[in-house]
């Protein structure tokens, strides 16, 4: 299972503003220092957290992004299911396309779709809040003081 960059630096987004103290903003531009992840690349990322209601933007000077909810209620499992849009593991797994002709026997897709399944319930078990419970390290690892 292979997640996409996207996936991922949303992830890191959620991280970093989820380790901001109350009401603090954090900037694209900060978050874009601290992992090497292009403004342009971030902007649209923050833009797609924004519309799920997972980030909070605030304009104009003074503004920055936060969490639109506490950490503790924003599911991992939850945000890896709407920022991913193919789970297509093997090719049929993919409802307009199947040539395999051992389709209709074949135990590994099966086998395959049970582990997919595994893998979304692991990450069901965790919130944003479990991510930074090692803040200090953390922010040690950003280059960031408290």
Request: glycine share 8%; aromatic share 6%.
């Amino acid at each position: 299972m292979n997640l996409k960059k996207y996936t991922d630096y949303a992830l890191r987004v959620l991280i970093f503003t989820g380790m901001k103290s109350d009401g603090e903003l954090a900037s694209i531009r900060e978050i874009s220092g601290v992992y090497d992840i292009s403004q342009h690349h971030l902007g649209k990322i923050v833009h797609e957290l924004t519309k799920l209601e997972l980030i909070e933007s605030i304009r104009g000077r003074g503004g920055g992004i936060r969490l639109a909810k506490p950490p503790e209620e924003i599911n991992v499992g939850l945000v890896v299911r709407q920022l991913e849009n193919d789970f297509v593991l093997l090719e049929c797994f993919d409802k307009g396309i199947n040539h395999c002709v051992i389709s209709p026997g074949c135990t590994l897709k099966h086998a395959l779709n049970k582990a997919l399944h595994a893998f979304l319930k692991v990450l069901d078990e965790y919130t944003i809040k479990d991510l930074i419970v090692n803040e200090n390290e953390l922010r040690e690892l950003m280059g960031l003081s408290k």
